[in-house]
């Protein structure tokens, strides 16, 4: 069973830094692209960030620049590094896998940039 666990989502003033992790298991990790999607209110879920199980990496065009994925495969941990958050930021951040044509997604962590 797949499960994927997120943490450090918090409150953070415009302009600050979060780092957020997700620890998965039930799977071997690092055969696996993993992603970041977030989900502000009223609105649909969207790609942050992805990356692939050979480190290639990709990011919604509202993050570059500011967002940085990586992975630890050793720990089993994919991790988002976010700087010069914005109000537009806020949001809630869900880790995601896909095993075979199975979609898995984390409990989601609360991102909110206010000042």
């Known amino acids: 069973q797949v499960q994927l666990v997120e943490s450090g989502g918090g409150w953070v003033q415009p302009g600050g830094s979060l780092t957020l992790s997700c620890v998965a298991s039930g799977m071997i990790f690092r055969n696996n692209a993993m992603g970041w999607y977030r989900q502000a209110p009223g609105k649909e879920r969207e790609l942050v960030a992805r990356i692939t199980n050979l480190g290639v990496t990709n990011y919604a065009d509202s993050v570059k620049g500011r967002f940085a994925i990586s992975r630890d495969n050793a720990k089993n941990t994919v991790y988002l590094q976010m700087n010069r958050l914005m109000f537009e930021d806020t949001a809630v951040y869900y880790c995601?896998?896909?095993?075979?044509?199975?979609?898995?997604w984390g409990q989601g962590t609360q991102v909110t940039v206010s000042s």
């Open positions: 995601n896998t896909m095993a075979v044509t199975t979609a898995y």
